[in-house]
């Protein structure tokens, strides 16, 4: 498999920029809301190969992105461990505490693959489906923000029980810690061996995590776990998103073993570029919001990103899931002027 996608993962400075967007198949989409109508529940939409391939393969088939992302979601992990994950409309996901102290056994572990199989047989079929010169990228979340959801049974505002375990150096925080990175680690295998070319752990709630423990709970994990991949022959180049954690990146990127870095848009790329190491492909980051407004102000803020990136490897992406909101005709434009086409 080469590809522009592949090939800027793996620190070529191609003459073209890849790109893809993070939520790239989701409800700003017609044809996903569609399929989506068909599958009221969320968890067995996920779960369904053929339609999970289908709404992966419409934004390739619409824009022609350089890579793919296999439609999942990160708490298929949570689900997987029998947590009860389920999505309420207007209310995001909702799943089981585990504030009540109840564990993840070694059974649960065991069976964990087993439940998640649909997610590989799509993935195997996405591949088969989609042209060489296409990545496609399977995902999980990493640790800390999988253990948010675990700790608060849904969305938060402030993490308030994980924070407060972090801070109680709580015993039953460094278990987690460590089964939630063996069970991530098993899922990305899973994915690996069914297809996937790339793998992408987003960390999208580590910017909750008081500095001085960035190290243990966002750094470490990511660690251990391309340790794990690696110990199992798993080879695919591997990119990291720790959303909002700003100076933490150029420690997440020295003592990291990722080919990638994933970079919100509140992070400054002439900064990035300066400071981050060169062998670390960086990727990001238009301001979702930047596509409802479209016109003049996005093309600059394009511009900018292009410029910024010049000369080294950059896939481009935006700074966090593009929302419901966009309109089609901004994302065609923005593909357009990434590409140096006129739309
Ligand atoms: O296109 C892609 O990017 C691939 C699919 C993908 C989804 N979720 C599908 C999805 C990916 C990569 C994710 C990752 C994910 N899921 C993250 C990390 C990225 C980020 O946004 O920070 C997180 C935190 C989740 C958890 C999650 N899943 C939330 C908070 C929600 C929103 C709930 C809501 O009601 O809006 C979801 C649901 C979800 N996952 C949707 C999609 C397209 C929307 C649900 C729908 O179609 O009804």
Same mark, same amino acid.
């Given at each position: 498999?080469?590809?522009?996608?592949?090939?800027?993962?793996?620190?070529?400075?191609?003459?073209?920029?890849?790109?893809? %967007?993070?939520?790239?198949?989701?409800?700003? =989409?017609?044809?996903?809301?569609? !399929? *989506?109508?068909?599958?009221?529940?969320?968890?067995?939409?996920?779960?369904?190969?053929?339609?999970?391939?289908? !709404?992966?393969?419409?934004?390739?088939?619409?824009?022609?992105?350089?890579?793919?992302?296999?439609?999942?979601?990160? =708490?298929?992990?949570?689900?997987?461990?029998?947590?009860?994950?389920?999505?309420?409309?207007?209310?995001?996901?909702? %799943?089981?505490?585990?504030?009540?102290?109840?564990?993840?056994?070694?059974?649960?572990?065991? &069976?964990?693959?087993? *439940?998640?199989?649909?997610?590989?047989?799509?993935?195997?079929?996405?591949?088969?489906?989609?042209?060489?010169?296409?990545?496609?990228?399977?995902?999980?979340?990493?640790?800390?923000?999988?253990?948010?959801?675990?700790?608060?049974?849904?969305?938060?505002?402030?993490?308030?029980?994980?924070?407060?375990?972090?801070?109680?150096?709580?015993?039953?925080?460094?278990?987690?810690?460590?089964?939630?990175?063996?069970?991530?680690?098993?899922?990305?295998?899973?994915?690996?061996?069914? /297809?996937?070319?790339?793998?992408?752990?987003?960390?999208?709630?580590?910017?909750?995590?008081?500095?001085?423990? *960035? *190290?243990?709970? !966002?750094?470490?994990? !990511?660690?251990?776990?391309?340790?794990?991949?690696?110990?199992? /022959?798993?080879?695919?180049?591997?990119? &990291?998103?720790?959303?909002?954690?700003?100076?933490?990146?150029?420690?997440?990127?020295?003592?990291?073993?990722?080919? &990638?870095? $994933?970079?919100?848009?509140?992070?400054?790329?002439?900064?990035?570029?300066?400071?981050?190491?060169?062998?670390?492909?960086?990727? $990001?980051?238009?301001?979702?919001?930047?596509?409802?407004?479209?016109?003049?102000?996005?093309?600059?803020?394009?511009?900018?990103?292009?410029?910024?990136?010049?000369?080294?490897?950059?896939?481009?992406?935006?700074?966090?899931?593009?929302?419901?909101?966009?309109?089609?005709?901004?994302?065609?434009?923005?593909?357009?002027?990434?590409?140096?086409?006129?739309?």
């Amino acid at each position: 498999m080469t590809g522009l996608f592949l090939d800027t993962l793996h620190g070529q400075a191609a003459r073209e920029r890849p790109i893809w %967007l993070m939520r790239q198949a989701g409800r700003y =989409l017609a044809e996903y809301r569609a !399929v *989506r109508a068909s599958e009221p529940d969320f968890i067995s939409f996920c779960l369904n190969p053929e339609k999970a391939v289908e !709404v992966t393969l419409q934004p390739i088939d619409r824009f022609g992105f350089d890579a793919a992302i296999i439609f999942s979601d990160i =708490l298929m992990v949570p689900w997987a461990l029998d947590r009860n994950v389920h999505f309420v409309t207007g209310e995001g996901p909702k %799943l089981d505490s585990m504030v009540r102290g109840d564990e993840i056994t070694e059974s649960l572990m065991d &069976g964990m693959s087993d *439940r998640l199989s649909p997610v590989a047989e799509a993935i195997t079929r996405c591949r088969a489906a989609l042209q060489d010169d296409k990545a496609l990228i399977g995902f999980a979340g990493a640790p800390w923000t999988i253990i948010t959801y675990l700790l608060e049974g849904g969305s938060s505002r402030d993490f308030a029980t994980a924070r407060r375990w972090l801070w109680e150096n709580d015993k039953r925080f460094d278990r987690l810690l460590e089964t939630v990175g063996r069970a991530t680690a098993d899922f990305l295998t899973l994915q690996a061996e069914a /297809g996937a070319d790339a793998l992408m752990l987003f960390d999208s709630w580590a910017s909750a995590v008081p500095a001085h423990l *960035r *190290r243990k709970v !966002v750094i470490d994990p !990511v660690n251990s776990i391309i340790g794990m991949l690696r110990d199992r /022959g798993v080879k695919q180049p591997v990119i &990291g998103f720790p959303k909002g954690i700003g100076e933490g990146l150029v420690a997440y990127c020295n003592e990291t073993d990722l080919q &990638g870095v $994933g970079i919100d848009h509140g992070v400054d790329l002439r900064w990035a570029a300066e400071t981050l190491p060169s062998h670390i492909t960086l990727q $990001g980051n238009l301001d979702p919001l930047s596509l409802i407004a479209g016109g003049d102000a996005m093309a600059c803020a394009i511009d900018d990103i292009l410029d910024a990136m010049a000369g080294r490897p950059h896939i481009f992406n935006l700074g966090h899931g593009i929302t419901p909101e966009t309109p089609v005709s901004h994302v065609h434009d923005l593909l357009a002027r990434v590409r140096g086409e006129d739309s």
